[in-house]
């Protein structure tokens, strides 16, 4: 595995808008793109310290996130508050289980398990292990595939808002949690787009 040939050890940088392959220049000169003119590196710049940046911002905002209220609703019952935990206990109960189970899932494990997992990906870069190269890499793929369906719950508190505005017995408010948590969602998109799953196999050329 560690002698199969690699576009760095070609000479060759990999373009990240249009995803050309070109010849790398000489040393100490920029390069540019042939097809779209974008600036080429042999990795993304600064990618570990701006993965681990967004990382830590969105764990410490994953907190009020799921503590604070997403929903505010206002009728003529009285107000009622509800965070994302409690919205699914409301569906379990009421016996939506498939839909309790779904938004527990894409709102509460998806980002949570994509946070430790981005987090393993940079320490063992970080650490410059050489172990399960190929799995690491699929887990990246993994993540920026799951990552788009965190967004489920404030998609469901945007229909509920437009829903409801309609009718003048009630009024549905996001709360301060549906901004919390998506930039939570925000946060870990940025810190996956980020990291450069190529310093992955950075540490298997040093072992040759």
Known sequence: MSAA????????????????????PAAGSDAHCPRCGALLHARKPASLARTWAFLIAAMILYVPANSLPIMNTN??????????ISGV?????????????????????????KMI?????????????????????RLYRIIEFVGR????????????????????LA???????????GAVVVLTMFAAASF?????????????
């Open 5 to 24: 040939p690699t576009a760095a050890r070609l000479g060759l940088l990999a373009c990240a808008v249009c995803r050309l392959l070109s010849r790398a």
């Open 75 to 84: 009728s003529l019952f009285g107000t009622q508050s509800d965070t994302i």
């Open 89 to 113: 206990a409301f569906l379990w109960t009421s016996g939506s289980f498939m839909l309790a189970a779904l938004v527990f899932f894409a709102s509460v494990m998806v980002p949570l398990a």
């Open 117 to 137: 997992a981005l987090a393993v990906l940079a320490a063992s870069v970080q650490l410059r292990t050489t172990r399960h190269p190929r799995t690491r890499t």
């Open 149 to 168: 369906w965190s967004m489920l719950d404030i998609y469901v508190v945007t229909i509920l808002v437009a829903l409801v505005q309609v009718s003048t």
């Open 171 to 181: 009024s549905v408010h996001a709360g301060p949690g549906a901004v919390a948590f």
């Open 196 to 208: 450069d799953p190529r310093l992955i196999w950075d540490a298997q050329g040093e072992q040759t």
